[in-house]
């Protein structure tokens, strides 16, 4: 479906509200998220009260609330107003969101990942070992993703997986079993079996091992359907969508 009010380009994020609503975001040139209930197309930006339209991410809690992650801060929307949350100038933005069971959300960012508390944002990066191994910095946070045992694995820019567990979720250790360090994707699928997509293809940790399933460049998108297909976007650019079968390894590709 074609729709008329924005400028037809590359879609960074798509989510379903609890309404029915598709909102989606813009690559960085854009100014604002979308939202589409099937019949209009609505528009919230910076004029309506976002702390940027520049959205990386978008998370909804239980309670219908809409979160919006930018390279500015977080803002909250629950339907009719709009509240603020900024980072530090350093932190570069929200990468992602993930919303916990019990409603809490985990943010990562350009230079560390924390949770989220209205009464100030504390998180852990470069000090805690959260280290990018190509350069001299805090490693970027693409994906956070349940283990399973009340933990969290982080998918990072050059740094590899990290485990973050503990009582409090306080406890950053590096993990290795990765054959490459740029993580920008980690999914569950409903077997239990989780995927990692990386800068040289897609890898499949179960039945305890690592093994790389399938190479591509630069694998920048990644989920699994109620079929157990894996769907994956690769390339920067012209890569298009693509559907690879577990059970016999084929890949089709859409666009």
Not at 139 to 156: C, H, N, Q, R, W
Not at 219 to 224: F, T
Request: aromatic content about 12%; overall charge negative.
């Amino acid at each position: 479906v074609l729709l008329s009010g924005f400028r037809q380009t590359e879609r960074d994020r798509l989510h379903q509200s609890r309404d029915g609503s598709i909102w989606f975001s813009g690559r960085e040139y854009e100014t604002a998220v979308y939202r589409y209930d099937g019949t209009t197309l609505s528009r919230l930006g910076e004029e309506e009260g976002l702390i940027s339209g520049h959205v990386s991410d978008i998370a909804e809690t239980s309670d219908g609330v809409l979160w919006f992650g930018t390279d500015r801060g977080l803002s909250r929307f629950d339907g009719t107003t709009i509240q603020t949350y900024p980072l530090g100038p350093l932190s570069g933005g929200v990468r992602v969101i993930f919303v916990d069971a019990d409603d809490v959300l985990w943010c990562g960012t350009y230079l560390d990942i924390f949770r989220f508390d209205p009464k100030g944002l504390v998180g852990m990066g470069k000090r805690d070992n959260l280290a990018n191994h190509q350069q001299n910095q805090s490693a970027s946070v693409f994906a956070i993703e349940p283990d399973g045992k009340g933990g969290y694995l982080l998918g990072t820019e050059w740094g590899g997986v990290y485990h973050l567990e503990g009582p409090s979720r306080d406890r950053l250790t590096r993990t290795d079993f990765l054959g490459s360090n740029y993580v920008r994707n980690i999914v569950r699928s409903a077997d239990g079996t989780l995927w990692f997509g990386t800068a040289d293809g897609i890898y499949k940790q179960g039945e305890g091992r690592v093994q790389r399933v399938l190479e591509r460049k630069w694998i920048i998108g990644l989920n699994a359907d109620d079929q157990g297909h894996l769907w994956f976007g690769h390339g920067w650019a012209g890569g298009g969508l693509s559907r690879y079968n577990p059970t016999t390894g084929a890949v089709e590709t859409f666009t």
